[in-house]
């Protein structure tokens, strides 16, 4: 007797991700160089987004803990995890490709600069919330204590965000959304947008996986 395996549904998120990651490569490599920074500047089509997904993604870890204290169910809590994963690898993609463009720029691979060190130190403290969260068993006190150090870890978006207009830095102010309009040429400002319309996606795929992964995990703890 022979089985056959039903055929994977066509996963249309997955699909439209890949489909924008190619045209932002495309967007990326065909906007003409910067009249000073050269070919440099591309480096901002994988910063710029990957520092926007950072955003997102802790947002959406904030949402969830609140819920998940509102609520007690465990999606939530699956979510925040996820969600929360995925924003520690796109804060450490932020940190790594702006370093790699300041060692030419600013002479410097790193300084003390207030958009770097409240960056760096949003990347540590959600590394400390994923380590909370290994180090304990119970999914219900797990969930409850992460949700609380989530909610209290999100207060740095904002300081992040505002740091550059708050202090003194090297960091650019905002390029893109600022009072008085975009300081970027079309062609540059289109290159963005594909690129933070493509990584967006990606995020939503990787929450997704992650999510039914951290669904899995809670399953198997509870059996």
Do not use: C
């Amino acid at each position: 007797m022979t089985t056959t395996t039903a055929p994977r549904p066509t996963n249309y998120l997955e699909l439209a991700a890949a489909g924008a990651l190619v045209a932002a490569l495309v967007a990326a490599l065909l906007v003409p160089p910067d009249r000073i920074q050269g070919d440099l500047a591309r480096l901002m089509f994988v910063h710029v987004p990957s520092a926007w997904l950072a955003y997102l993604s802790f947002t959406v870890t904030l949402v969830a803990s609140i819920a998940y204290l509102m609520r007690s169910n465990l999606r939530y809590d699956s979510l925040a995890v996820a969600s929360g994963e995925v924003g520690v690898f796109f804060t450490g993609l932020a940190l790594l490709t702006g370093m790699i463009w300041a060692k030419p720029i600013w002479g410097v691979w790193w300084t003390w600069d207030a958009r770097l060190v409240t960056t760096a130190l949003m990347f540590f403290v959600y590394l400390g919330y994923l380590g909370l969260r290994r180090g304990i068993s119970d999914p219900v006190v797990r969930a409850r204590r992460s949700a609380i150090f989530g909610i209290i870890a999100a207060a740095q978006i904002p300081i992040v965000h505002f740091s550059v207009v708050w202090w003194r830095t090297l960091h650019q102010p905002a390029s893109l959304l600022r009072p008085g309009g975009s300081a970027l040429d079309a062609p540059f400002r289109g290159g963005l947008l594909a690129s933070v319309i493509a990584f967006t996606l990606v995020y939503a795929v990787l929450v997704r996986y992650r999510r039914q992964l951290a669904e899995l995990e809670s399953q198997a703890q509870s059996v």
